[in-house]
C-alpha cells in the first residue's frame, strides 16, 4: 500500500513509474449524534480508501479533517470551516499533486454536506484552470446502494454511519439511540437550525450492525 505520508520522496518517484493515481479522503470534525465520535466522516473515507489502496497501486494522501458544517454548528465538538477557505487549500493540493508527478486525483469525502461538497468541486474545476489534471469528486455515500439500507433516507448517524463506525471502531460507539429526523423548513434560510436538530441525528441507527458496516465498506471500496 502506496501511504503518501510515510515515503520518501524517491519511494514516490519510482512509484510513479506505475502509477499516477492519488486518493485524496476528506472528512470533517463533526457532532455525530450522542453515540458516535466527532472524526466519523474522516475515518470512514479513510479507511475505504485504505481498502483501495490495498487492492490496487493507487497512493494515498493523508486526509483533510475539517469541512465545511452548517446544520451541525451550533453543537460542541462541531469544529467547522468556510466554503471560501476549504476551496482554496483543496485548490492548492490539487495543483501540488500536479507539481509533484500526479495525473489523477480521486477526491473521496465522508461528508456529504451541500455547501461543503460545492466548495470541493468548485476547488476542482479552479485547479483544472491551471493544470493538466483528471480530478474526480465522490461522496462515500454516492457508492453505497440504498437498496442495502434498511432505512429509507437514512442519514447522518444514522444506519449506515453507525454501522461503519461499529466496523471500524465498535470501542468509540456508545450505543444506538433512538430515531431522529428533524423537520427543516423547506425554503427558510435560517442563521442557525440547533434548535431543530434534537440529539444530532438525522436517521435511524437502532438497525444498525456490524456486518452491515462491513458490507457497506466493502461496496464503497468495489
Known amino acids: 500500500m502506496r501511504l503518501l505520508e510515510e515515503m520518501s520522496w524517491p519511494e514516490i518517484e519510482e512509484g510513479q513509474k506505475e502509477s499516477r493515481t492519488v486518493i485524496l479522503p476528506v472528512g470533517a470534525t463533526e457532532e455525530h449524534g450522542p453515540h458516535l465520535p466527532t472524526f466519523t466522516d474522516t475515518i470512514q473515507a479513510l479507511e475505504t480508501a485504505r481498502s483501495?489502496?490495498?487492492?490496487?497501486?493507487?497512493?494515498?494522501?493523508?486526509p483533510i479533517h475539517y469541512g465545511v458544517c452548517r446544520s451541525t454548528r451550533g453543537?460542541?465538538?462541531?469544529?467547522?470551516?468556510?466554503?471560501?477557505?476549504?476551496?482554496?487549500?483543496?485548490?492548492?493540493?490539487?495543483?501540488?499533486?500536479?507539481?509533484?508527478?500526479?495525473?489523477?486525483?480521486?477526491?473521496?469525502?465522508?461528508?456529504?454536506?451541500?455547501?461543503?461538497?460545492?466548495a470541493l468541486k468548485e476547488a476542482s474545476q479552479m485547479a483544472l484552470q491551471e493544470r493538466d489534471l483528471q480530478i474526480s469528486l465522490v461522496s462515500l455515500f454516492d457508492l453505497i446502494d440504498p437498496a442495502a439500507v434498511e432505512t429509507?433516507?437514512?442519514?447522518?448517524?444514522?444506519?449506515?454511519?453507525?454501522?461503519?463506525?461499529?466496523?471500524?471502531?465498535?470501542?468509540?460507539?456508545?450505543?444506538?439511540?433512538?430515531?431522529?429526523?428533524?423537520?427543516?423548513?423547506?425554503?427558510?434560510?435560517?442563521?442557525?437550525?440547533?434548535?431543530l436538530m434534537g440529539n444530532g441525528i438525522m436517521g435511524n441507527p437502532s438497525p444498525a450492525t456490524p456486518e452491515k458496516g462491513k458490507a457497506f465498506l466493502q461496496m464503497a471500496a468495489e
Open 152 to 195: 429509507p433516507h437514512d442519514g447522518h448517524a444514522g444506519e449506515t454511519e453507525t454501522s461503519m463506525m461499529m466496523a471500524i471502531r465498535s470501542d468509540l460507539v456508545k450505543g444506538k439511540p433512538e430515531v431522529h429526523f428533524p423537520q427543516m423548513p423547506r425554503f427558510l434560510i435560517m442563521k442557525s437550525v440547533r434548535h
Open 75 to 118: 453543537f460542541p465538538g462541531t469544529i467547522t470551516v468556510g466554503p471560501d477557505a476549504l476551496r482554496s487549500y483543496v485548490k492548492d493540493i490539487l495543483i501540488s499533486f500536479a507539481d509533484s508527478g500526479f495525473k489523477k486525483v480521486l477526491i473521496l469525502t465522508g461528508h456529504a454536506g451541500s455547501q461543503h461538497l460545492s
Open 52 to 62: 483501495v489502496a490495498r487492492m490496487s497501486d493507487v497512493f494515498l494522501a493523508p
